[in-house]
């Protein structure tokens, strides 16, 4: 069971730049403590032998923030994200309930305990946070509502929460002065270099392209999932479930799809690999389709934007999409030659 001490959030106080130099430098045993904490996490996303951290405090979740913020990478800060995310989650399910709605308070949502193991939240905060989950257990039309409330079990709440959490760490990452957090980094400097470093390193060996395949074919939501994924976003199950299929539905082997999500923040060789030789039939024996575009919006990973194309009625589907514009360009091509 977590201790109530490891409930708070990030303080205000913990975005100034006294604070942080205060965390750089005493020699507090707690602020020690903070450090090695702060050391051993950043190491973890760099190493993969290294053991990411079973909790984390508001004080080491803070320090950490500083220092990313003085390598100042987005792909790294995602990936970051990504562990601190699930290490809250994982917080979260272990709390009993009355800690549950301590903890919700700390960063910002109104969480009431209901009879059982029941919970209800806000519905605008329900929507507000549950943009990036996939899954019809985390649409408001498959929710129990009451006079504007949001009744949810904890597993369910876990999720919820913990993308309200990932939100708010980016609002502090990003209220961040890169130049300032150098400026006083003292005797982090080394560990910030290294983990740069390290990082690049990184990214340089995860590069990839899609070869030969024409992505001006693709429809808005494919491209937006692509940039994401090469910006180190972590995508929703949903959007890498439709990234795969369709790769792989418009010609694309395995390893090249599998190379693509080299980048992702939680990267990992043998799951990712498991996963699209799934989705592609070589384990499964099925060949999934991407799913149609009315359930990628329900979900909330369609980009449609202005495309003209993807607001016809009776465009129905990405592949409709990708077959309509490649017989489009294969016109433009013979009547350009003839």
């Given at each position: 069971m977590i201790s109530a001490p490891r409930l708070g959030f990030l303080k205000p106080e913990m975005q100034s730049p006294e604070w942080a130099r205060s965390q750089y430098t005493s020699f507090d045993r707690s602020a020690a403590e903070t450090r090695e904490e702060v050391t051993n996490f950043l190491?973890?996303?760099?190493?993969?032998d290294v053991t990411k951290p079973?909790?984390?405090?508001?004080?080491?979740?803070?320090?950490?923030?500083?220092?990313?913020?003085?390598?100042?990478?987005?792909?790294?800060?995602?990936?970051?994200?990504?562990?601190?995310?699930?290490?809250y989650q994982h917080m979260i399910e272990s709390f009993n309930p009355d800690m549950v709605e301590d903890a919700?308070?700390?960063?910002?949502?109104?969480?009431?305990?209901?009879?059982g193991k029941m919970f209800r939240i806000r519905a605008l905060d329900f929507i507000r946070?549950?943009?990036?989950?996939?899954?019809t257990r985390y649409r408001l039309a498959f929710q129990d509502i009451k006079e504007g409330w949001v009744y949810l079990e904890k597993s369910v709440l876990s999720k919820v929460l913990r993308e309200h959490f990932v939100a708010r760490i980016k609002e502090f990452y990003d209220s961040i002065s890169s130049a300032k957090a150098i400026e006083i980094l003292g005797d982090f400097r080394g560990?910030?270099?290294?983990?740069g470093d390290q990082w690049t390193a990184i990214k340089g060996k995860r590069t990839t392209d899609l070869g030969s395949v024409d992505q001006s074919l693709f429809p808005p939501c494919i491209k937006e999932y692509l940039v994401e994924v090469r910006d180190g976003v972590n995508l929703p199950h949903m959007a890498r479930f439709t990234l795969v299929s369709f790769?792989?539905?418009?010609?694309?082997?395995n390893p090249e799809i599998m190379a693509l999500f080299k980048t992702a923040p939680d990267f990992n060789q043998r799951i990712t690999e498991y996963q699209v030789d799934?989705?592609?039939?070589?384990?499964?024996?099925?060949?999934?389709s991407p799913?149609?575009?009315?359930?990628?919006?329900?979900?909330?990973?369609?980009?449609?934007?202005?495309?003209?194309?993807?607001?016809?009625?009776?465009?129905?589907?990405?592949?409709?999409?990708?077959?309509?514009?490649?017989?489009?360009?294969?016109?433009?091509a013979s009547s350009q030659s003839s």
């Open positions: 190491y973890s996303l760099v190493q993969e079973d909790h984390i405090t508001p004080e080491s979740l803070a320090l950490s923030l500083w220092l990313l913020r003085a390598v100042n990478d987005n792909s790294l800060f995602s990936r970051f994200s990504v562990a601190a995310r699930d290490i919700s308070t700390s960063l910002g949502m109104r969480v009431e305990r209901v009879e946070s549950n943009t990036h989950l996939s899954g560990l910030v270099q290294y983990i790769l792989h539905k418009i010609g694309m082997q799934h989705v592609t039939g070589q384990i499964s024996g099925t060949e999934y799913p149609k575009c009315e359930v990628l919006r329900s979900n909330h990973v369609c980009y449609w934007g202005d495309d003209k194309l993807c607001h016809q009625e009776w465009l129905r589907h990405p592949l409709q999409y990708y077959a309509v514009k490649k017989k489009s360009n294969s016109r433009k």
